[in-house]
T-cell receptor
Framework: NAGVTQTPKFRILKIGQSMTLQCAQD?????MYWYRQDPGMGLKLIYY???????DKGEVPNGYNVSRSTTEDFPLRLELAAPSQTSVYFC?????????????FGPGTRLTVL | DAKTTQPPSMDCAEGRAANLPCNHS???????VYWYRQIHSQGPQYIIH???NNETNEMASLIITEDRKSSTLILPHATLRDTAVYYC?????????????FGTGTRLKVLA
């Protein structure tokens, strides 16, 4: 199993540009999550999904959108990129929390907005 | 709001036990404590979790105080590869699901 994969690894955007961060998992996990990590800080939840077609906001959803059309994929869309969105973005997946307690994280995408 | 407080950094000699403390004084009765670590800015890696009993697995032990206001992660024989940022996390229930509330973590350096 590849686990959780993320693309791209690195990206530089100009202010106002948009992009989609890709995330895929091959563990048949229903739950998927997007986090951001600012320098020296812990991770903050942006959006999460409990299954295909179902998404909900986390702690810091402003400026982002998600979709979940399949179990495997959970893309994160940035519209009108701003310097405040410079961060490292992690995608994670898990079984339903009542069944398993471990979230599996991808390697991250480092995004810089200039 | 972060629900955990950890020292920002600690050193430990290789081969010795590393004891990483965490304060979670506002934890609710049904909220679990999780520990993850992050090596070289990779994705966090699960270590262990617990509710009120002490827990042990192949990686570490978790000691939770009786009042559940604090806990300690113990790496029994630290190696250089254990150098990482360790996050103590409270898992809270919110809007029908569970969410991790990360703090700022402890940067553990294992010294040769």
């Amino acid at each position: 199993n590849a686990g959780v994969t993320q693309t791209p690894k690195f990206r530089i955007l100009k202010i106002g540009q948009s992009m989609t961060l890709q995330c895929a998992q091959d563990m048949n996990h229903n739950y998927m999550y997007w986090y951001r990590q600012d320098p020296g800080m812990g991770l903050k939840l942006i959006y999460y999904s409990v299954g295909a077609g179902i998404t909900d906001k986390g702690e810091v959803p402003n400026g982002y959108n998600v979709s979940r059309s399949t179990t495997e994929d959970f893309p994160l869309r940035l519209e009108l990129a701003a310097p405040s969105q410079t961060s490292v973005y992690f995608c994670a997946s898990s079984l339903p929390p009542t069944r398993s307690n471990e979230q599996f994280f991808g390697p991250g995408t480092r995004l810089t907005v200039l | 709001d972060a629900k955990t407080t950890q020292p920002p950094s600690m050193d430990c000699a290789e081969g010795r036990a590393a004891n990483l403390p965490c304060n979670h004084s506002t934890i609710s009765g049904n909220e679990y404590v999780y520990w993850y670590r992050q090596i070289h800015s990779q994705g966090p890696q699960y270590i262990i979790h617990g509710l009120k009993n002490n827990e042990t697995n192949e990686m570490a032990s978790l000691i939770i105080t009786e009042d559940r206001k604090s806990s300690t992660l113990i790496l029994p024989h630290a190696t250089l590869r254990d150098t990482a940022v360790y996050y103590c996390i409270v898992r809270v229930r919110d809007s029908g699901t569970y969410k991790y509330i990360f703090g700022t973590g402890t940067r553990l350096k294992v010294l040769a």
